[in-house]
């Protein structure tokens, strides 16, 4: 493993301890194959002052919710050294009144939950302590001889400590091992089946003796050849199937949720062993990986129904051998899915959360391999995985009544996405949870909404089926189906009376604003059977209802949209999709809206531009906000008894009146 500590680069942080301290958490989480997602643990001990001068010893360890990749001097928590080591005294301590006891022991109450491991990083007699999770060291601790294999490697440097439960119980059990021990001929223990610490007077040090005991493990099994490289891989997931495992998944459990395949080399490779399937069925890398990945995979059959039902049936048993009393039950949904010959699926209700499931299966699979091929895969049991899921501090998190957003979990298409209504609409889903792939021909929609981490934009020409084909695929790729699709994109290229409206105009204007629509309907059509509430909003217009002079090829254009709308309405209700306009009128804050437009459309009506734009019955403006609010209405629940509707958004027309 390369060390990556520079002298230049520590120079910068090398006011501190503290400062230092934070330099080689980075250090330690710019490598996955340490730690993934908030994993691992940091801490170096030092002085805390408080408001009446007098010095605390004090602990300053990484706090709950940072990752040791970005973490700063306000992700440390403060926390009385010697209020720590008398914890450990206690005979017994609950984990809940741990962390309370933890809390009430830290001298900034602004700073986050020390780590609970804050005991056990208190009774390492050294400065600077870290811990990991390294992939190379589990590895091999995850088999029937691993216990043998690290003494094999290490010698008298390590002390192996069998697997215990994190937090004051693995504590106790630090202190019983070392109790007459000599810490100056450690350079660090290993924790069987859980990870490494490592410790030293300084940063460089503990930083370096981290890296050396991974890289003794690193080259252990490159000695023993026990990786496997896989060919390219050739295999095409259908992405019908991908969005039926999604629908089937959020349907175990309770709650839709995005699907990540991922389908490289090295999963698809290891989709088709034929160990595969029974190593996935066997527990994780890390006892801490359960609370996100659950014990076991999902192993995709083609009677998807079959399998899912043997899943569930199986983590039921599990959940069932293993409860205590006042434990509440998780739901039955997995977290992933092997798919064989097509690599794995990842489940979350957020693209973050399907991501980190899935940076953690990637590293895993690599252990089942490594470990299966040096010995056998063996992790913990069930009952001390079940012990994690069900701790008692992940317990408490349920019993909190945190609302989700609205659209979490759900997956729409939008056309037009770069600006106006379309944009606004994007921003709208985005910001009630929903993962949104935005369509445009404007390549500005790839760059948009970086706040969001659930947002895709793709460049698509959608007078182009090619693009079109493209476009959907890429979408359901990313998130794992179609749920909502808001067909807007649309222009109003220029004003023209009927009879000087020329075959290329009519043809171009008809093309964009009514056969576009139904080729994004028709490619989406297949997903949507299979989405979760699915719903359909058609950008109509009021020139529909009440057409104005000029605008023929707008309005024929938009007026077959709206039949076409009607149609699918009656055709699509048999699989629960509903299908809805949205008339608007008025809202000039899109591209559709030049100042040379606005004066024409006037000019027809004889009115001012000013007037023109207050016409409305109520004398207001309707922004692509306002259009926003009313698709997202149409997408949600809450109007699940509504389709084949057309709802006027103009301010009140009396012609429509």
Not at 378 to 389: A, G, H, M, Q, Y
Request: glycine share 6%; net charge positive.
């Amino acid at each position: 493993m390369k060390n990556l500590w520079t002298q230049k680069e520590a120079k910068i942080y090398s006011k501190s301890d503290l400062s230092l301290r934070i330099y080689s958490s980075r250090l330690l989480g710019r490598n996955p194959e340490l730690v993934l997602h908030g994993g691992g643990n940091t801490s170096v001990k030092g002085h805390y002052k408080n408001i009446f001068g007098e010095t605390i010893e004090t602990l300053f360890i990484k706090g709950s919710g940072w990752d040791l990749i970005s973490i700063e001097e306000d992700g440390f928590a403060p926390v009385d050294l010697n209020y720590l080591i008398r914890l450990a005294q206690l005979n017994k301590l609950t984990d809940s009144q741990m962390v309370v006891e933890q809390k009430l022991a830290t001298l900034k109450p602004s700073a986050p939950n020390p780590s609970v491991e804050a005991i056990l990083h208190a009774l390492i007699p050294y400065t600077f302590v870290d811990h990991t999770h390294a992939d190379a060291v589990l590895s091999i601790t995850n088999t029937p001889n691993g216990r043998k294999k690290i003494n094999e490697i290490y010698g008298k440097d390590i002390l192996i400590v069998p697997y215990v439960m994190p937090g004051f119980i693995l504590a106790k059990k630090i202190a019983e091992l070392t109790k007459n021990i000599d810490w100056n001929a450690l350079t660090g223990m290993i924790l069987l089946n859980h990870g490494v610490f490592s410790f030293g007077k300084d940063a460089k040090t503990s930083y370096d003796r981290m890296i050396n005991i991974v890289s003794k493990a690193e080259e252990y099994l490159k000695n023993e050849k026990v990786w496997r490289k896989y060919e390219k891989s050739a295999s095409k997931p259908d992405l019908l199937t991908l969005a039926r495992i999604r629908g089937k998944a959020s349907a175990m459990t309770g709650k839709a949720s995005l699907a990540l395949l991922n389908d490289s080399d090295e999963a698809v490779g290891f989709s088709k062993m034929e160990s595969a399937k029974y190593l996935c069925l066997k527990g994780t890398l890390t006892p801490d990986h359960v609370i996100r990945t659950k014990p076991f995979a999902w192993i995709i059959k083609d009677d998807l129904t079959a399998s899912a039902n043997f899943f569930i049936k199986r983590y039921d048993a599990y959940f069932q051998k293993n409860k205590s009393k006042g434990i509440t039950k998780l739901d039955n949904g997995p977290k992933w899915a092997l798919w064989p010959g097509y690599g794995t699926v990842c489940f979350g209700t957020s693209k973050k959360q399907a991501q980190i499931v899935s940076d953690i299966n990637r590293h895993t699979l690599r252990a089942m391999q490594t470990s299966f091929n040096l010995d056998n895969w063996k992790p913990i049991s069930f009952r001390d995985l079940f012990d994690v899921e069900y701790w008692e501090l992940e317990q408490a998190k349920l019993k909190k009544d945190n609302q989700p957003p609205e659209f979490q979990g759900k997956i729409a298409l939008i056309t037009g996405a770069a600006s106006g209504i379309g944009n606004a609409c994007a921003r709208k889903l985005l910001e009630n949870g929903c993962a949104v792939v935005g369509l445009d021909k404007n390549r500005k929609v790839t760059e948009l909404f970086d706040e969001f981490n659930d947002y895709k934009g793709l460049y698509c020409d959608l007078t182009k089926t090619a693009d079109i084909k493209k476009a959907v695929s890429s979408s359901v790729k990313e998130f794992g189906g179609i749920d909502i699709l808001v067909s807007n994109a649309g222009i109003f290229s220029s004003s023209a009376n009927l009879e000087s409206i020329d075959d290329k105009k009519w043809k171009q204007d008809l093309d964009i604003n009514l056969a576009t629509h139904h080729r994004i309907l028709r490619e989406c059509i297949p997903y949507l059977k299979l989405g979760i509430d699915p719903a359909i909003i058609f950008m109509g217009s009021r020139n529909v209802g009440a057409p104005g002079p000029g605008a023929g090829t707008y309005t024929i254009a938009k007026s077959g949209l709206t039949q076409m709308s009607r149609l699918a309405a009656i055709e699509l209700s048999k699989y629960n999709i509903r299908v809805n306009t949205v008339h608007p009128d008025c809202v000039y804050d899109t591209d559709v809206w030049s100042d040379k437009i606005l004066k024409v459309r006037a000019k027809q009506y004889g009115l001012s531009v000013s007037e023109y734009k207050r016409r409305n019955l109520l004398k207001t403006d309707v922004s692509s906000a306002d259009v926003a609010e009313l698709v997202a209405f149409l997408a949600s629940t809450k109007s699940s008894k509504t389709t084949g509707a057309q709802i006027p958004i103009d301010g009140g027309n009396d012609r429509i009146i």
